[in-house]
Protein backbone atom coordinates (compact mmCIF):
# COMPACT_ATOMS: atom_id res chain seq x y z
CA UNK A 1 0.00 0.00 0.00
CA UNK A 2 1.37 3.37 -1.09
CA UNK A 3 2.77 6.24 1.79
CA UNK A 4 -0.61 7.86 2.74
CA UNK A 5 -0.06 11.71 0.55
CA UNK A 6 -1.61 13.22 3.42
CA UNK A 7 1.11 13.03 5.85
CA UNK A 8 4.27 15.26 5.37
CA UNK A 9 7.61 13.41 4.21
CA UNK A 10 9.90 12.76 7.25
CA UNK A 11 11.74 16.18 8.14
CA UNK A 12 9.84 18.07 5.97
CA UNK A 13 9.19 21.96 7.61
CA UNK A 14 6.62 24.57 6.18
CA UNK A 15 7.81 26.54 3.05
CA UNK A 16 9.47 29.84 3.64
CA UNK A 17 7.40 31.97 1.63
CA UNK A 18 3.93 30.27 3.05
CA UNK A 19 1.33 32.90 3.56
CA UNK A 20 0.86 33.76 7.28
CA UNK A 21 -2.81 32.91 8.53
CA UNK A 22 -5.13 36.19 8.30
CA UNK A 23 -6.17 36.78 11.65
CA UNK A 24 -10.34 37.86 12.41
CA UNK A 25 -11.26 40.62 14.26
CA UNK A 26 -12.30 40.30 17.97
CA UNK A 27 -16.64 41.07 17.23
CA UNK A 28 -16.25 38.18 14.58
CA UNK A 29 -13.88 35.60 16.97
CA UNK A 30 -16.44 36.64 19.58
CA UNK A 31 -19.35 35.68 17.45
CA UNK A 32 -17.98 32.53 15.51
CA UNK A 33 -17.28 31.33 19.51
CA UNK A 34 -20.44 31.49 20.74
CA UNK A 35 -21.96 29.63 17.52
CA UNK A 36 -19.74 27.34 18.30
CA UNK A 37 -20.44 26.76 22.04
CA UNK A 38 -24.09 27.12 20.93
CA UNK A 39 -24.27 24.11 19.11
CA UNK A 40 -22.23 21.95 21.02
CA UNK A 41 -24.07 22.83 23.93
CA UNK A 42 -27.73 21.03 21.77
CA UNK A 43 -25.55 17.91 22.69
CA UNK A 44 -23.74 18.21 25.44
CA UNK A 45 -26.12 19.29 28.09
CA UNK A 46 -25.17 21.27 31.42
CA UNK A 47 -21.53 21.67 30.66
CA UNK A 48 -21.54 25.31 29.20
CA UNK A 49 -18.61 26.80 31.77
CA UNK A 50 -16.27 23.67 31.07
CA UNK A 51 -17.01 23.76 27.42
CA UNK A 52 -16.40 27.15 27.50
CA UNK A 53 -12.84 27.14 29.01
CA UNK A 54 -12.23 24.01 26.71
CA UNK A 55 -12.90 25.95 23.45
CA UNK A 56 -10.66 29.27 24.90
CA UNK A 57 -7.75 26.96 25.38
CA UNK A 58 -8.03 25.61 21.59
CA UNK A 59 -8.04 29.06 20.55
CA UNK A 60 -5.15 29.74 22.77
CA UNK A 61 -3.35 26.90 21.08
CA UNK A 62 -3.65 24.77 24.45
CA UNK A 63 -4.63 20.96 24.79
CA UNK A 64 -7.01 19.82 27.55
CA UNK A 65 -7.71 17.09 30.41
CA UNK A 66 -11.31 16.24 31.27
CA UNK A 67 -11.03 13.90 34.78
CA UNK A 68 -13.99 13.46 35.93
CA UNK A 69 -16.20 10.32 36.94
CA UNK A 70 -17.15 7.81 33.87
CA UNK A 71 -20.66 8.71 32.37
CA UNK A 72 -20.56 12.63 32.37
CA UNK A 73 -20.20 13.19 28.41
CA UNK A 74 -16.22 13.97 28.27
CA UNK A 75 -16.05 12.25 25.45
CA UNK A 76 -19.26 13.23 23.94
CA UNK A 77 -17.24 16.78 24.59
CA UNK A 78 -14.40 16.47 22.82
CA UNK A 79 -15.87 14.59 19.99
CA UNK A 80 -18.70 17.19 19.90
CA UNK A 81 -15.87 20.06 19.54
CA UNK A 82 -13.85 18.62 17.16
CA UNK A 83 -17.25 18.35 14.79
CA UNK A 84 -18.40 22.40 15.36
CA UNK A 85 -14.82 23.37 14.30
CA UNK A 86 -14.57 21.12 11.45
CA UNK A 87 -11.62 18.91 12.70
CA UNK A 88 -10.82 15.75 11.86
CA UNK A 89 -11.09 13.74 15.13
CA UNK A 90 -9.26 10.37 15.85
CA UNK A 91 -10.24 8.51 19.31
CA UNK A 92 -8.16 6.13 21.04
CA UNK A 93 -8.99 4.27 23.97
CA UNK A 94 -5.75 3.72 25.61
CA UNK A 95 -5.35 0.67 27.31
CA UNK A 96 -2.10 -1.10 29.48
CA UNK A 97 -1.26 -3.03 26.17
CA UNK A 98 -1.47 0.19 24.30
CA UNK A 99 2.46 0.80 23.01
CA UNK A 100 3.99 3.99 21.98
CA UNK A 101 3.79 3.17 17.83
CA UNK A 102 0.06 2.54 18.36
CA UNK A 103 -0.45 6.55 19.33
CA UNK A 104 2.67 7.68 16.95
CA UNK A 105 2.91 5.01 14.00
CA UNK A 106 5.51 2.98 12.43
CA UNK A 107 7.57 1.89 9.66
CA UNK A 108 6.57 -0.90 7.97
CA UNK A 109 8.18 -3.25 5.39
CA UNK A 110 6.93 -3.11 2.18
CA UNK A 111 7.59 -6.30 0.08
CA UNK A 112 6.55 -4.52 -3.21
CA UNK A 113 9.30 -1.85 -3.19
CA UNK A 114 11.73 -3.29 -0.30
CA UNK A 115 11.65 -0.53 1.40
CA UNK A 116 10.06 0.41 4.98
CA UNK A 117 7.16 3.27 4.76
CA UNK A 118 5.58 5.36 7.29
CA UNK A 119 2.24 4.47 8.83
CA UNK A 120 0.86 7.08 10.63
CA UNK A 121 -0.93 6.43 13.54
CA UNK A 122 -4.28 7.91 14.92
CA UNK A 123 -2.39 11.12 16.11
CA UNK A 124 -2.26 12.36 12.64
CA UNK A 125 -5.44 13.84 13.13
CA UNK A 126 -6.95 17.76 13.86
CA UNK A 127 -7.87 17.05 17.47
CA UNK A 128 -6.99 13.58 19.11
CA UNK A 129 -9.30 12.26 22.00
CA UNK A 130 -6.70 10.20 24.16
CA UNK A 131 -9.65 8.32 26.22
CA UNK A 132 -8.92 7.05 29.88
CA UNK A 133 -5.20 8.28 29.57
CA UNK A 134 -4.40 7.10 32.73
CA UNK A 135 -4.86 3.50 31.82
CA UNK A 136 -1.98 3.29 29.68
CA UNK A 137 1.68 2.82 30.72
CA UNK A 138 4.07 6.15 31.32
CA UNK A 139 6.25 5.28 28.30
CA UNK A 140 2.83 4.88 25.84
CA UNK A 141 1.41 8.57 27.51
CA UNK A 142 4.99 9.92 27.07
CA UNK A 143 4.84 9.08 23.02
CA UNK A 144 2.34 12.41 23.04
CA UNK A 145 4.91 14.58 24.65
CA UNK A 146 6.41 15.47 21.92
CA UNK A 147 3.34 15.91 19.84
CA UNK A 148 1.80 18.17 22.48
CA UNK A 149 4.93 20.18 22.82
CA UNK A 150 6.08 20.81 19.29
CA UNK A 151 3.33 19.60 16.75
CA UNK A 152 5.30 16.62 15.45
CA UNK A 153 6.27 13.06 16.51
CA UNK A 154 9.61 11.35 15.87
CA UNK A 155 9.76 7.56 14.87
CA UNK A 156 13.18 6.07 14.24
CA UNK A 157 14.65 9.22 14.11
CA UNK A 158 12.88 10.77 11.83
CA UNK A 159 10.33 13.45 12.27
CA UNK A 160 6.86 14.13 10.83
CA UNK A 161 4.92 17.56 11.42
CA UNK A 162 1.06 17.18 12.66
CA UNK A 163 -1.55 18.33 10.79
CA UNK A 164 -2.53 22.36 11.85
CA UNK A 165 -4.43 22.82 13.92
CA UNK A 166 -3.76 20.05 16.30
CA UNK A 167 -4.55 19.67 19.77
CA UNK A 168 -5.00 16.94 22.00
CA UNK A 169 -8.16 16.19 24.72
CA UNK A 170 -7.59 13.36 27.66
CA UNK A 171 -10.08 11.84 29.45
CA UNK A 172 -8.77 10.62 33.10
CA UNK A 173 -10.78 8.50 35.40
CA UNK A 174 -9.96 9.61 39.41
CA UNK A 175 -11.77 7.19 40.92
CA UNK A 176 -10.34 4.01 40.21
CA UNK A 177 -6.71 3.13 40.91
CA UNK A 178 -6.20 -0.73 39.64
CA UNK A 179 -4.70 -0.76 36.73
CA UNK A 180 -3.78 2.55 36.01
CA UNK A 181 -0.57 4.76 36.04
CA UNK A 182 -0.91 8.64 37.50
CA UNK A 183 0.27 10.64 34.63
CA UNK A 184 3.89 12.11 35.66
CA UNK A 185 4.21 15.83 36.37
CA UNK A 186 6.34 16.36 32.83
CA UNK A 187 2.84 14.86 31.06
CA UNK A 188 0.32 16.99 33.55
CA UNK A 189 2.44 20.11 32.40
CA UNK A 190 1.67 19.89 28.67
CA UNK A 191 -1.75 19.92 29.15
CA UNK A 192 -3.12 23.67 29.52
CA UNK A 193 -5.96 22.69 31.38
CA UNK A 194 -7.98 20.45 33.67
CA UNK A 195 -11.19 20.46 33.80
CA UNK A 196 -13.92 18.62 35.80
CA UNK A 197 -17.19 18.82 35.00
CA UNK A 198 -19.32 17.23 37.69
CA UNK A 199 -22.96 16.01 37.74
CA UNK A 200 -25.68 18.26 35.60
CA UNK A 201 -28.64 19.01 38.23
CA UNK A 202 -32.01 17.30 37.92
CA UNK A 203 -33.11 19.69 35.00
CA UNK A 204 -30.42 19.13 33.07
CA UNK A 205 -29.86 15.54 33.80
CA UNK A 206 -34.07 14.94 32.31
CA UNK A 207 -32.60 16.98 29.19
CA UNK A 208 -30.50 14.37 28.70
CA UNK A 209 -32.76 11.72 28.97
CA UNK A 210 -35.72 13.36 27.09
CA UNK A 211 -33.04 14.69 24.28
CA UNK A 212 -31.76 10.60 23.93
CA UNK A 213 -35.54 9.69 24.00
CA UNK A 214 -36.30 12.54 20.73
CA UNK A 215 -33.09 11.64 18.39
CA UNK A 216 -34.05 7.85 18.19
CA UNK A 217 -30.77 6.62 18.21
CA UNK A 218 -27.73 6.12 20.76
CA UNK A 219 -25.41 8.73 19.12
CA UNK A 220 -25.79 12.25 18.96
CA UNK A 221 -24.33 14.21 15.95
CA UNK A 222 -22.93 18.39 16.09
CA UNK A 223 -23.08 19.82 12.12
CA UNK A 224 -19.84 22.11 11.18
CA UNK A 225 -19.95 25.69 12.63
CA UNK A 226 -16.44 26.67 11.38
CA UNK A 227 -13.94 24.59 9.28
CA UNK A 228 -9.99 23.98 10.48
CA UNK A 229 -9.15 27.41 8.11
CA UNK A 230 -11.13 29.28 10.46
CA UNK A 231 -10.71 28.26 13.67
CA UNK A 232 -7.06 28.95 12.58
CA UNK A 233 -8.05 32.27 11.45
CA UNK A 234 -9.43 32.93 14.93
CA UNK A 235 -6.53 31.46 16.62
CA UNK A 236 -4.70 34.10 15.16
CA UNK A 237 -7.14 36.63 16.04
CA UNK A 238 -6.40 36.09 19.95
CA UNK A 239 -2.77 36.34 19.13
CA UNK A 240 -3.06 39.55 17.84
CA UNK A 241 -4.60 40.68 21.18
CA UNK A 242 -2.15 42.78 23.52
CA UNK A 243 -2.68 41.91 27.29
CA UNK A 244 -1.70 44.86 29.64
CA UNK A 245 1.32 44.48 31.89
CA UNK A 246 0.16 44.73 35.13
CA UNK A 247 -2.24 41.14 33.76
CA UNK A 248 1.18 39.43 33.03
CA UNK A 249 2.52 40.60 36.25
CA UNK A 250 -0.62 39.42 38.20
CA UNK A 251 -0.26 35.75 36.04
CA UNK A 252 3.59 35.71 37.48
CA UNK A 253 2.70 36.41 41.19
CA UNK A 254 -0.09 33.95 41.22
CA UNK A 255 2.25 31.47 39.71
CA UNK A 256 4.77 32.66 42.74
CA UNK A 257 2.26 32.11 45.03
CA UNK A 258 1.55 28.84 44.64
CA UNK A 259 5.69 28.11 45.51
CA UNK A 260 5.65 29.56 48.68
CA UNK A 261 1.86 28.04 49.92
CA UNK A 262 2.81 26.01 52.83
CA UNK A 263 0.86 23.23 51.35
CA UNK A 264 2.77 22.84 48.19
CA UNK A 265 6.07 20.83 47.84
CA UNK A 266 6.34 21.95 44.28
CA UNK A 267 4.55 25.07 42.97
CA UNK A 268 3.18 25.76 39.35
CA UNK A 269 6.40 26.64 36.38
CA UNK A 270 6.34 29.71 34.66
CA UNK A 271 4.38 27.68 31.63
CA UNK A 272 1.47 27.77 34.05
CA UNK A 273 1.64 31.46 34.53
CA UNK A 274 1.65 31.58 30.55
CA UNK A 275 -1.46 28.98 30.64
CA UNK A 276 -3.19 31.30 32.96
CA UNK A 277 -2.33 34.55 30.71
CA UNK A 278 -3.65 32.77 26.96
CA UNK A 279 -6.44 31.08 28.77
CA UNK A 280 -7.72 34.74 29.86
CA UNK A 281 -7.01 36.17 26.64
CA UNK A 282 -9.18 33.85 24.79
CA UNK A 283 -11.71 34.18 27.82
CA UNK A 284 -11.15 37.80 26.96
CA UNK A 285 -11.78 37.51 22.95
CA UNK A 286 -15.14 35.11 23.85
CA UNK A 287 -16.70 37.75 25.34
CA UNK A 288 -15.91 40.73 22.57
CA UNK A 289 -12.78 42.13 24.39
CA UNK A 290 -9.49 43.35 23.15
CA UNK A 291 -8.39 43.50 26.86
CA UNK A 292 -7.93 40.99 29.69
CA UNK A 293 -9.70 41.68 33.03
CA UNK A 294 -8.32 40.19 36.50
CA UNK A 295 -11.39 38.38 36.58
CA UNK A 296 -10.65 36.45 33.58
CA UNK A 297 -7.21 35.24 35.26
CA UNK A 298 -9.26 34.37 38.06
CA UNK A 299 -11.60 32.57 36.19
CA UNK A 300 -9.19 30.57 34.94
CA UNK A 301 -7.03 29.70 37.58
CA UNK A 302 -7.96 26.42 39.18
CA UNK A 303 -8.28 24.33 35.59
CA UNK A 304 -5.17 26.24 34.65
CA UNK A 305 -2.64 25.93 37.94
CA UNK A 306 -4.09 23.29 39.99
CA UNK A 307 -2.94 20.21 38.13
CA UNK A 308 0.81 21.67 38.37
CA UNK A 309 1.33 21.62 41.73
CA UNK A 310 2.73 18.96 43.98
CA UNK A 311 1.44 19.20 47.53
CA UNK A 312 3.07 18.03 50.49
CA UNK A 313 2.61 14.82 52.15
CA UNK A 314 0.71 16.25 55.30
CA UNK A 315 -1.47 18.06 52.95
CA UNK A 316 -2.04 15.25 51.23
CA UNK A 317 -2.51 13.11 54.54
CA UNK A 318 -4.77 16.41 55.75
CA UNK A 319 -7.42 15.97 52.40
CA UNK A 320 -6.03 19.30 50.96
CA UNK A 321 -6.83 18.96 47.59
CA UNK A 322 -5.21 21.16 45.00
CA UNK A 323 -8.05 23.29 43.85
CA UNK A 324 -8.37 24.46 47.51
CA UNK A 325 -4.75 25.48 47.33
CA UNK A 326 -5.37 27.59 44.43
CA UNK A 327 -8.46 29.10 45.56
CA UNK A 328 -6.12 30.37 48.86
CA UNK A 329 -3.77 31.69 46.71
CA UNK A 330 -6.34 33.56 44.17
CA UNK A 331 -7.81 35.24 47.60
CA UNK A 332 -4.64 36.35 49.17
CA UNK A 333 -3.00 37.81 45.88
CA UNK A 334 -4.15 41.46 45.20
CA UNK A 335 -5.45 42.11 41.23
CA UNK A 336 -3.94 44.94 39.02
CA UNK A 337 -7.52 47.43 39.20
CA UNK A 338 -9.62 46.24 36.85
CA UNK A 339 -10.92 49.70 35.69
CA UNK A 340 -7.09 50.67 34.82
CA UNK A 341 -6.44 48.10 32.22
CA UNK A 342 -9.65 48.67 30.27
CA UNK A 343 -8.43 52.65 30.10
CA UNK A 344 -5.11 51.74 29.28
CA UNK A 345 -6.52 49.18 26.72
CA UNK A 346 -9.25 51.81 25.08
CA UNK A 347 -6.36 54.61 24.97
CA UNK A 348 -3.86 52.07 22.60
CA UNK A 349 -6.96 51.56 20.48
CA UNK A 350 -7.39 55.70 20.57
Known sequence: MPADPSIPAPNST????????????VPEVARLGSEVLDRVSTVVVGMRDPLRIAFATILAGGHVLFEDVPGLGKTLAARSIA??????????????????????????????????EFRPGPVFTGLFLADEINRTSPKTQSALLEAMAEGQVS?????????????VVATANPIESEGTYALPEAQLDRFMVRLSVGYPDEAGESRVLLARVARRHEVATVEPVIDAATLSAMQAGVEAVDVD???????????????????????????GSQGLLLVARALAVLDGRDFVLPDDVKAVAVPVLAHRLTLTVQAWTS????????????????????????QRAEAARG
Open 14 to 25: PPADAAPVAALP
Open 83 to 116: AAVGLDFRRLQCTPDLLPSDITGSFVYVPRTSEF
Open 155 to 167: VEGRSFPLPTPFH
Open 245 to 271: PDIADYCVRLAAATRRHRSVEVGASPR
Open 319 to 342: GVGAEQVVIEVVNSVAGPPAVGAA
